[in-house]
Structures are given as C-alpha cells and as structure tokens.
C-alpha cells in the first residue's frame, strides 16, 4: 500500500501506515492526484452510500424514524420521548465489519452524529442543567467510529456535506460527477432552506475541482513531465484560479435564493451546536477492548474521577471546517495571514487565548486525508510568492495571482454579510423581542459562531489579512 492509494478518509487499518510513508516520494502532490481531480466531496468516483447494510439497520431506522416524527428542538411530546427510549434501548451494534469498507464506515460517521445530534437537542433543557448522558448504544459505536476515522465525535462540516448527499442520474467518471447537482439526503428540521444551505455549501465544493485541477497544473510546472504545461501558463492558469473562486463567490450569494435567514437560525442553526461548557455531555460507555481503545486513544474525552467519560468542548458543525477554503489559503502562500493569531482579541478573551487560532483548530475537524493533502500542498506550494516576484518578466503573473488574492477578499467580504444578515441581525432580533416581552434591557451585542468565535471582528480580520497577501513590485 502506497500512500497514492490512500482513499479520502481512510480508516484505521490504512491510517496506520500513513507515517512510514510521511516522507520522501510518498509525499509527492502526484499521491493526492485523487482529491485534485474529484475535489473533497467525492470519496472515490461516488458518493458514501444511501444506506447502511442491514446489520445496521437499527440506526438508519432510528434516523429515518426521527426525521418522520418530526422531531423538534426541545422537544417535550410523548413521540419525542418514546424516540429518545427507543434509542437508549437501542443493541448495541458490532462496528468491525465497517472498518473494512470506507464507504459504509462514513455512511456510519454520518448517520451516528446525526442521531448524536437529534438526541442532544431534542431533549427539553433540564433545571438546574445537567450534562447530557448519551446512551451506550449510540456513545459507543460513535466513539469507535469517529476514532477509525481520527474524528472528534461530534457533527463536522463533513457530516453535512461531504458524506450527506447523491447524485440523481447515473456518473460516467469523476470529472463529469464533478459537474453534477447535488441531492441532499439529510436535514434536520425537514424544511427547504436547509437543503438549500447544504447545497450551495456543496456547489461551492463542486467549483472547488475547478480551482484544484489549475493548483495541480501549476504544480506540475516544472516538473518536465511529457504533456505537462510550462512555466508560460503560469499566467493564465493562475487566471483560471481567480476565475474559480470568483464564482464560489457567486455561488455563495445564492444563500439568499433558497434559506431564509430566519428559519436558518431559529431552524436548522441550533442542531449544529456541538459540546460547550453550559451543554455538556458524558458517553455512557461499556469495558469492551475496542471501546477502551477508542476512549483512552482519544483527544476529545476525558475520564473523571469517577470513571465518567466526559467529553471536552467541542465545537459543532462550521464551514470554517471547508477543506477547499483551506487550500486556497494554503495554495497562494497565505495561511500564515489567515490563520495568524489576534493577540488584540485573545487579551478580551483568555479561552480564545488558550486555544490558539481558531482555523488551525479546525483542522482537526476536517477529515484526515485532506488534513494530509493540505500538509502535502503547503510543502509543494512553499515559494509561490517569492517565485513570482523573481520571474523577469512577471507583471503578467503578479496581476493573476492577485486577481486570485482579490477574488478570495470578495468571497470572504461577501461571507461577512452573510454571516451578519444570517446570524447578527437574527440574534438582534430575538433580542429585540425579548425585550418588548419581559422589558428587559438589551445587553451589548455579541452573536456567536458555532464555533464560538466573536464572529463579525473574527471574519472581518480574516477577510482583511487575505488582503495583506497582494503582492507589490
Ligand atoms: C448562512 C450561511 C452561513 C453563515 C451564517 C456562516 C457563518 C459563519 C461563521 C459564524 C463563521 C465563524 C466560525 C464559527 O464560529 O463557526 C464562519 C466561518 C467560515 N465560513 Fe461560513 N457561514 C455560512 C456559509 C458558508 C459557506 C456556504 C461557506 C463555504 C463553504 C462558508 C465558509 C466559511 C469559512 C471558510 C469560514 C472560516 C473563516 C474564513 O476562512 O473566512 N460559510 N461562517
């Protein structure tokens, strides 16, 4: 096994052999050709499937019963608390035989964060709050899942683009799938506009094969290899890059058409809300070797005292966790901008402080394959810049990858607004109302992303540091 056979997200087993491979020819850009062609979302030339086989049938059920009840936020009503049993009365399922098959290991990842996530905020919130105990039978396959696959356990962006959607008609090959518009399989609130915030994720992902495919071109710039293009491209397949994220940006902006930002945040955004300190949670786990592997291997649960297995904070599902967004920053040699660290806002916030910068700690949460693919890209990418501002006649090339600079600012200008319409004005708000309603005082505004971040001066300095990635001659 060679790491150029490596399929996206591989599972354990092949993990295992990832770091005797962690240098010299393994490493080369050629050994990610699969992602640079097929783009994130496609794991191999399909995506995960539909369904689980039948030995896991219980969990499919328990979704799909869920998702007829409807279950709600907070949910009180007899349906709701008859699912709830249901699950915690649920077998516990064997998972060794998904280890064998990746697309049925992620179809698992995908259907066990969901039912996590049902099951957390479904629950009516409890006075004085208590942690949430999440039953055996869903803790434990969660837990060994999401450590074959070197994922925290809780819903990651991956969760609810890359392993959660189809194709309708019949794929030739990957390049044409690529082109294809995406089906949703799973909501959680069953309504439109979250579907359609899904999608337009996913398109965003779709046009991301555009941008990967022209990175891989260039890359290949001065490898001699027969068919390869040469160093005089370089101009216009950096063009071809700007041209990409220019219509990310255009994709982005059809978050309007289709999700209304009110049934966005009262609707959909409270399901992906992960472990927090006011909302924590305890996996309720058995003595099984496979279970203790997964718990004392892992980063995101800690044992207490009294043999508890606690989760630590975590948080839920975020775009921040898009992998091609990270490449591009990764790509034009601007990370160390993006993912620099704001002192200003770390001395008002000691834990943002402790946690360092928030889009590095995603990374954690974006799926192993592509973290290696972004490690590879860094190297392979490093002198970008530097080799533009070296070329003798690269006014050319400069102005390019600038338009690339510049079209990465306006996605991310456009991203604030989003954010700001989507999120800030939301809270506003429910906040107004409150006040009409209890005549309390309004305190200073601060929405939150999913990810905790103070949102607004987050984004905007990120968007403002892509800026500082022009270069000047
Ligand atoms: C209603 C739509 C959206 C809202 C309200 C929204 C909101 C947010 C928020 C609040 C953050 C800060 C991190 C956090 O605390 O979670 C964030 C980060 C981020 N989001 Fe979005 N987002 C939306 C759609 C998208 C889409 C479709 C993409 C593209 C895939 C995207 C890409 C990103 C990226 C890359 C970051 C990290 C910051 C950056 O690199 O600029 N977002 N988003």
Request: hydrophobic share 40%; charged share 25%.
């Amino acid at each position: 096994m060679i790491l150029h056979d490596l399929p996206v997200d591989a599972p354990t087993k092949l993990r295992k052999q990832v770091p005797a491979q962690k240098s010299g020819r393994a490493r080369s850009a050629g050994d990610f050709s699969h992602i640079f062609e097929n783009g994130f979302h496609n794991v191999g030339a399909h995506p995960p499937p539909e369904h689980l086989r039948s030995q896991h049938a219980a969990w499919e059920d328990a979704l799909e019963r869920a998702r007829r009840l409807p279950l709600r936020l907070n949910d009180a009503s007899v349906g709701a608390e008859a699912w709830r049993r249901s699950l915690r009365e649920m077998p516990l399922l064997p998972v060794a035989s998904l280890e064998e098959d990746l697309q049925y290991l992620l179809r698992a990842r995908m259907v066990l964060t969901s039912l996590l996530h049902f099951y957390v905020h479904s629950l009516p919130p409890s006075s004085p709050s208590s942690p949430v105990k999440i039953p055996a039978p869903l803790a434990v396959p969660l837990l060994v899942v999401s450590h074959a696959l070197d994922f925290p356990p809780v819903l990651a962006y991956a969760d609810t683009e890359y392993y959660n959607y189809t194709w309708d008609s019949e794929v030739g090959d990957a390049s044409e799938a690529a082109r294809l518009p995406f089906r949703v399989l799973h909501t959680y609130s069953g309504t439109t506009d979250e579907a359609h915030f899904y999608t337009v994720a996913l398109r965003i992902e779709g046009e991301g094969v555009q941008a990967l495919r022209r990175m891989h071109e260039m890359l290949q710039l001065s490898s001699n290899a027969p068919g390869a293009p040469g160093s005089s491209d370089l101009p216009a397949l950096l063009r071809g890059l700007a041209a990409s994220i220019r219509n990310m940006d255009s994709i982005l902006q059809t978050m309007r058409d289709g999700c209304e930002p009110p049934a966005f945040y009262n609707d959909v955004r409270p399901w992906f809300v992960g472990c927090t300190a006011e909302g924590s949670w305890v996996f309720e786990v058995d003595d099984t070797p496979e279970t203790l592997e997964a718990v004392s291997g892992s980063e995101w649960v800690v044992r207490a005292e009294d043999g508890r297995c606690c989760a630590r904070e975590m948080p839920g599902s975020s775009a921040a966790q898009s992998s091609i967004i990270q490449a591009l920053d990764v790509f034009l040699g601007i990370e160390e901008l993006t993912h620099e660290r704001n002192f200003e806002l770390e001395r008002k916030n000691k834990e943002a402080a402790a946690a360092g910068n928030f889009l590095t700690r995603m990374r954690k949460y974006i799926p192993l394959a592509h973290r290696l693919f972004l490690e590879s890209l860094r190297e392979q990418a490093q002198g970008l810049r530097e080799h533009l501002l070296g070329l003798k006649d690269g006014q050319e090339a400069i102005d390019a990858y600038n338009a690339a600079i510049a079209a990465l600012r306006q996605f991310r200008t456009t991203h604030v607004r989003i954010a700001t319409l989507y999120i800030v004005n939301q809270a506003r708000h429910v906040a107004d109302k409150k006040e009409v309603v209890t005549g309390e005082m309004r305190k200073e505004d601060k929405a939150k992303g999913t990810g905790g971040t103070d949102l607004v001066p987050f984004l905007k300095g990120i968007r403002d540091r892509t800026d500082q990635g022009t270069l000047d001659r």
